[in-house]
């Protein structure tokens, strides 16, 4: 049996130290910086981890649904990170009500044709509210499904979370019975997040993202944004896994070199499958070279990949965001493609973590290319600033901190015997 | 020379038994798996599969024959489309990304045969319907003097039968 004390204080004291000053540096910018800029990078950092955390959830939910057993504690890591989806929630009623303002600016006074009925405040915040609220529930009921079996001998050592754990326990019916009742119920929830997410979070990406250029539209958007956030959520698991087995004892047993292969080529086929994405939704509007559909891609990768046919010129990428766009390119596909297409890499923990890290830095940085260029589209270094960086730095330090206390309270982490 | 067959029920045993047996210097092995595993697989073999020379041999060849295919047709008679230049590289990319699929697939089904020596002309003496089910098989080719070592050490590693099927 592990140390596991179900004790939110147990957190390193250098590692609490870390996420307290990185939340106060994301206060620091919340206060100093323009209500504009402020606003809109904490849409980009709500996007980027609320996305993410409820897609840790699908990437569960798949493992249960397929009746996956090379995962071993993979799941249970997956899990911690959805903690996050009910305080996107609040951030989410938070930052659409008071930034509305700054990031819905292209509509909100006024859509334009033919959106006049669709982009109202009132729909978006009600609509998205209710689709993040349901999530959230969902969310709650599949963790406390997943957590009960483990819940019951854990009180007795947890003085802290006893109460919790009494009432997330009640009726007991034996351990077995119980293993078998929780596995029963995921796999009735599994089905039900998964298109939870595919279905009803494409509403936040059409509402939140895509109309930040109202006059703009493509269906497969919903898709390309859900999957990068779901391949965000592949990358931060194989990290996390990574960092367990370096300083935890006992997790070199569980994250062992067949684990990190197949944590890689999750990593590199999806990355493909998102490039894919990319280019499906790219090709058709690239070939019908409609106004209307072309100045998504103009606002982000200039005129370069808009020419005929790439004949390159170095100038073009001197225009508004085309670096940020290319740059969050390398970190999603390139670093992954390139560097995982052989085994060994994939086995190794240094490169499987590296390559984790500029997925979510790409993907970060992604988040970016997708809001920035809509709300700023002259300054292409908008999105960079103390303001900007402060803010995300916060959320990174509220982000881990949670994705912590959650680890230390719930044996996520300390039991990896329960795989 | 004389071939032993240990039949397993476990993997991992498979995989035991066969890096105890490389250790003692016996490689001329044979393992028989009803599904692949990736533990016989890093017990058994010890270089990467030829076969991905073929596929990549045929993936090159796809991409180029893609793009140079779609690219002299479309130069050698030429027809505008929406304002496009004859040399358009986006569109021509769906076609060398499927041609490298279907040609490095071709080439790995080719190399698989070629590599694997397939199809056999007959089944192979150790080989026995039921490592198509549940059972795992594990032939080892030996000489005369090592037999009764080898057999010790099949059934140590959990084999549940033992037989010779070659003298």
């Not at chain 1, 249960?64 to 911690?80: D, K, N, Y």
């Not at chain 1, 916060?394 to 329960?418: D, Q």
């Not at chain 2, 490095?104 to 002309?121: A, C, N, R, S, W």
């Amino acid at each position: 049996m592990s140390a596991y004390a179900a004790n939110p204080r147990d957190i390193p004291a250098p590692l609490l130290g870390a996420c307290i000053g990185l939340i106060a540096v994301g206060l620091v910018a919340f206060a100093l910086g323009d209500a504009a800029t402020v606003w809109r990078a904490f849409h980009v950092n709500f996007l980027y981890f609320g996305t993410f955390a409820q897609a840790a959830l699908v990437l569960s939910g798949a493992l249960v649904i397929v009746g996956a057993r090379w995962a071993g504690p993979v799941r249970f890591v997956a899990e911690g990170f959805a903690a996050w989806v009910p305080i996107s929630f609040v951030l989410f009623l938070v930052g659409n009500y008071f930034g509305g303002e700054y990031v819905h600016q292209n509509w909100i006074h006024g859509a334009p044709y033919p959106k006049e009925e669709w982009l109202t405040f009132g729909r978006v915040y009600s609509v998205d509210g209710a689709v993040m609220l349901w999530m959230t529930l969902l969310t709650l009921a599949y963790l406390k499904a997943s957590f009960r079996p483990s819940l019951k001998s854990a009180a007795d050592g947890s003085p802290r979370a006893k109460g919790l754990f009494e009432r997330w326990t009640a009726n007991w019916r034996g351990d077995e019975a119980e293993e078998e009742a929780s596995l029963a119920r995921l796999r009735t929830l599994a089905p039900i997040v998964c298109l939870s997410y595919a279905f009803l979070y494409t509403v936040i990406a059409f509402d939140q993202v895509m109309s930040l250029t109202p006059t703009w539209f493509s269906n497969i958007f919903g898709w390309y944004y859900l999957w990068g956030g779901f391949l965000s959520a592949v990358a931060a698991t194989a990290l996390v896994c990574v960092l367990l087995r370096a300083t935890t004892p006992g997790w070199a047993e569980q994250v062992t070199r067949p684990r990190m292969h197949d944590l890689g080529k999750m990593i590199f086929a999806f990355s493909i499958f998102w490039m894919y994405l990319f280019f499906s939704q790219y090709i058709v509007i690239w070939y019908g070279n409609l106004p209307e559909e072309t100045q998504f891609f103009e606002a982000r990768l200039g005129s370069q990949f808009l020419q005929d046919s790439w004949f390159w010129v170095w100038a073009n990428l001197d225009e508004p965001y085309v670096k940020l766009s290319l740059s969050a390119w390398v970190g999603c596909w390139i670093v992954p493609f390139w560097v995982l297409l052989g085994q060994e890499p994939k086995k190794t923990p240094v490169i499987l973590g590296g390559v984790a890290c500029f997925v979510l830095a790409g993907f970060w940085l992604e988040r970016n290319a997708l809001v920035w260029p809509s709300l700023v589209p002259e300054d292409g270094m908008a999105w960079l600033g103390f303001t900007q960086i402060g803010i995300a730095l916060g959320f990174l330090g509220a982000f881990t901190l949670v994705y912590l206390v959650f680890s230390r309270i719930f044996p996520t982490l300390p039991l990896p015997e329960r795989s | 020379m004389p071939a032993l067959l240990g039949v397993f029920e476990q993997p991992g045993h498979v995989a035991e038994a066969v890096r105890k047996l490389k250790g003692r210097g016996y490689t001329d092995l044979e393992t028989y798996s009803p599904a692949p595993f990736a533990e016989i697989d890093d017990a058994v073999i010890e270089k990467p599969s030829g076969v991905r020379l073929y596929t990549l041999i045929g993936g090159l060849t796809g991409v180029v024959t893609g793009f140079a295919l779609t690219l002299w047709m479309a130069n050698d008679w030429q027809i505008m489309l929406g304002g496009k230049p004859f040399s358009s590289i986006p569109p021509y990319t769906i076609i060398a990304f499927e041609l490298t699929i279907l040609f490095g697939g071709l080439m790995t089904f080719i190399g698989l045969l070629v590599v694997g020596k397939l199809p056999h002309g007959k089944l192979d003496p150790g080989y026995s319907a039921r490592f198509s089910g549940e059972e795992f098989g594990l032939v080892v080719r030996c000489q005369e003097r090592d037999v009764a070592e080898i057999d010790g050490l099949l059934r140590d590693q959990h084999a549940a039968e033992v037989s010779l099927v070659e003298s």
